[in-house]
């Protein structure tokens, strides 16, 4: 028992320390910890580790700025009590951190993590929500948003609060309340392999800034052998683009869906979007359809020397490629001014409480959704993770996700990165299939979106979907 | 006349009840995992449906008119009547070529060809389908290699649907092999003998003694391959995602990409009956062609 309660105390002060490192909590101190109205250490001396155990939870400083944590007020009245905790694969030690971290403090809680695969996990997860013996708490994910938002229960957190600190809140706000909120914005960077870079004779100076520029660059960066076959592509979009497709338009001022909620693919916008892809291979030659069938993949391996790719891509390049040189330069835009914004983002999301799970469980959900959001450190572990710009404003200037290639190109426009809302699966599909039939079966531009569009609009009648466009910071800019 | 197994006489009461148990067991097996789905999709087709979110919205007809004008189911299902015939065809030529083969007496270690044909059968599907992904990639893939071309197997339209058609030709013509081999071995040997005393040739034994001998297995392998070929959807899944646009669309395939995609259940049921009836009524014609249904 006294070994355990050493552990115990050991782990607590590292906690303690973790906490402290982070400089957003505000009671750092045991004085600013009266201040907030915190229980001091009663007095007891430390060389009895079962009572100092006590004082040292005692002391544990608030957490957070707007949205704070008490780690030293008692979860299910200390008592004993299991819940769930579902997430899909790839992010294991991501999930067991968390859950130790709070655990740690909440001894009295048993965190049971539950892994499914991507796929199955939407369709595992809103059966089991169906019932009451589900999952108190799960990962979410917002393309799934349709599905889940009829099982999820609100956060007893303030909208106003999570507004406060967390850029993109009042998007997810539903009727005053905010079911889960994004802790990460992920959008496309351009990556550049600094080698071939390098070798091209071009220096920092020529990161290009418009589309004009990007293809000279493009251009200088692509290399074919004496039969004119191409051995390195100056830029690929290979194996799809449709994600970055649909966020390009929004350069020109043209939004992607209309004022009642349907898209509009087929405007002068998105053709010009499309023709300036399809001229980079047949008028500039930096590349063909026949170079690969995945880009990311090619510019890891190194065949390709520009990839537009999402901050996932950073992690990707450093597992499965890390002798690949890269570096990241912002997305060109048509022209030299300020676009109405430079592209799309989409959130990682919080977690989702399920509002069928059992009173108890459902506190305790509620208690880790505020933990993770008031500790700083663990926002930080999630974008480091993934790659991710914070979405928390206190962690916008962090000097570690700054070093981040693909975070800190964001850093001066992350205003101008528009959030469409949860854009339904069928939209990146059919453009998906819009695009392949343009590229690889010679479609015509306006033919292809024109079907595209209709498409995407008949599927959308059968959905309840809002787009998320008009409460973009300068959606008064679109064009009309 | 009945085979006398059939008729043969209950011997006892315990008899009875164990044969009554099986006979319900397999009737409600059959009714809970075949008969119920299959009444669930029906009625499912006339709503708009999504058991994920407890969705169940009244239609009426919609999802039948829609997929009666639907440009893309036709498409599907004239691409997966093309795919089902080429694949059963080269899996029954190969098939009876091989087992040919194999029977023959001039060929030696038999059991390692069987063993060799066979093993495409019983890899697992979505991985060998991953393995082709990289034989078919340009520039680099084993295939381009091999004949000196650089075709974009799986993005380029002429090609993408052959693709396709050779990874699930290579991975079944085993099935076809062994269940002909079986169906050579249990050949009448006497029939043979009286024809080669008659003086016919190899290809006069082949085309009027081993194929209509063969003609029920041949029934069999045929069947069941075109009701596996009209549910293909996995190598579209992982080799192309029904492209270039939706040029490798199956119907299979679709269904998936409304169900477990747009989480249309309902327009995934309509599709779902209909490719349910163009099955039974293909395996009814083929009872019909074959006449000879009761002796599979």
């Known amino acids: 028992m006294k070994v355990k309660n050493h552990g115990l105390f050991i782990l607590t002060l590292a906690i303690m320390s973790g906490l402290t490192a982070c400089g957003a909590a505000p009671a750092d101190t045991p004085e600013q910890s009266a201040q907030s109205g915190q229980t001091e250490p009663d007095g007891e001396t430390q060389s009895q580790p079962a009572d100092v155990n006590e004082s040292a939870e005692a002391a544990l400083p608030i957490m957070g700025d707007v949205i704070q944590y008490d780690p030293n007020q008692p979860v299910n009245d200390g008592n004993d009590i299991d819940i769930e905790f579902w997430y899909w694969t790839g992010a294991a030690n991501l999930f067991q951190s968390l859950a130790d971290q709070y655990q740690a403090v909440h001894p009295n809680v048993h965190i049971t993590l539950v892994e499914n695969p991507y796929d199955d996990y939407w369709t595992k997860l809103p059966l089991a929500l169906q019932g009451t013996d589900g999952p108190a708490i799960f990962n979410v994910h917002n393309s799934q948003h349709d599905n889940l938002i009829g099982y999820l229960a609100p956060y007893d957190i303030p909208a106003e609060d999570l507004e406060a600190e967390f850029v993109g809140a009042s998007g997810h706000e539903i009727d005053g309340k905010i079911y889960y909120t994004d802790y990460g914005l992920m959008t496309a960077t351009m990556y550049y392999n600094v080698d071939m870079w390098e ?3 071009l220096t920092e100076a020529d990161i290009p800034k418009t589309w004009d520029e990007f293809r000279e660059v493009a251009k200088k960066l692509t290399i074919r052998d004496e039969n004119g076959h191409l051995v390195q592509a100056g830029f690929s979009y290979n194996g799809g683009i449709q994600g970055d497709v649909l966020g390009m338009q929004y350069q020109y001022g043209q939004n992607l869906f209309t004022e009642d909620n349907k898209v509009t693919l087929n405007n002068d916008a998105m053709k010009s979007v499309i023709q300036r892809l399809q001229d980079m291979y047949h008028i500039d030659g930096v590349c063909d359809y026949n170079f690969g069938n995945n880009s990311g993949d090619n510019f890891g391996q190194g065949t390709v020397a520009m990839y537009l790719g999402w901050g996932f891509m950073t992690n990707v390049l450093e597992q499965n490629f890390p002798e690949t040189h890269f570096a990241c330069f912002e997305i060109p835009t048509p022209t030299a001014d300020v676009p109405y914004a430079y592209h799309r983002y989409n959130g990682e999301s919080t977690f989702g409480v399920n509002k069928n799970a059992p009173a108890d469980q459902q506190t305790v959900a509620q208690d880790i959704i505020r933990f993770f959001l008031a500790n700083d450190e663990i926002q930080k572990e999630f974008c480091l993770a993934n790659a991710v710009f914070p979405a928390k404003t206190s962690l916008q200037n962090d000097n570690d996700l700054l070093a981040i290639p693909s975070i800190s190109v964001l850093a001066d426009h992350i205003d101008r990165y528009i959030w469409p809302g949860t854009i339904p699966s069928t939209v990146e599909d059919n453009v998906k299939i819009m695009l392949e039939d343009v590229f690889y079966n010679g479609k015509d531009i306006t033919a292809a979106l024109s079907d595209a569009e209709q498409t995407i609009n ?22 009309q | 006349m009945k085979p006398a197994a059939i008729s043969a006489p209950l011997r006892s009461r315990s008899e009875v009840a164990l044969r009554s148990i099986v006979v319900c067991f397999l009737i409600v097996f059959f009714a809970v995992f075949y008969l119920l789905p299959v009444i669930a999709v ?23 008119v829609k997929l009666l004008h639907s440009e893309l189911f036709w498409r599907a299902v004239g691409n997966t009547f093309l795919f089902a015939a080429v694949a059963t065809f080269f899996r029954i030529v190969l098939g009876l070529a091989l087992s040919n083969a194999l029977f023959s007496k001039l060929i030696k ?26 034989i078919f990639a340009p520039r680099i893939g084993l295939l381009n290699q091999m004949l000196g071309t650089n075709i974009n197997w799986l993005f380029d339209g002429k090609y993408a649907m052959a693709a396709i058609l050779i990874l699930t030709i290579w991975k079944d013509f085993g099935y076809a092999v062994i269940m002909l081999l079986g169906g050579l071995y249990s050949r009448p040997e006497e029939c043979y003998e009286s024809a080669e005393v008659d003086g016919a040739s190899a290809w006069q034994r082949f085309r009027y003694l081993t194929l209509p001998l063969l003609k029920p297995t041949i029934l069999f392998v045929v069947i069941t391959s075109l009701i596996s070929y009209f549910q293909t959807y996995i190598p579209v899944l992982v080799l192309t995602q029904g492209g270039p646009g939706t040029q490798t669309y199956l119907a299979s395939y679709l269904i998936y990409e409304e169900a477990f995609s747009k989480y249309n259940f309902g327009y995934a049921s309509a599709l779902s009956f209909v490719l349910f009836l163009m099955i039974a009524v293909l395996t009814g014609v083929s009872f019909k062609i074959s006449g000879k249904g009761d002796s599979l």
């Open chain 1, 199 to 201: 070798a091209a004779g």
């Open chain 1, 458 to 479: 008949e599927d959308l009648a059968n959905l309840d979907f809002t787009s998320q466009e008009p409460m973009y910071k300068y959606a008064s800019e679109a064009l």
């Open chain 2, 42 to 64: 029906f009625i499912g087709s006339f709503f708009q449906w999504n058991p994920l979110k407890n969705q169940m919205i009244y239609l009426g007809l919609d999802n039948w």
């Open chain 2, 109 to 134: 270690h038999k059991s390692v060809y069987r063993v060799l044909y066979y093993i495409p059968t019983i890899t697992p599907l979505v991985a060998v389908t991953f393995v082709w992904k990289f």
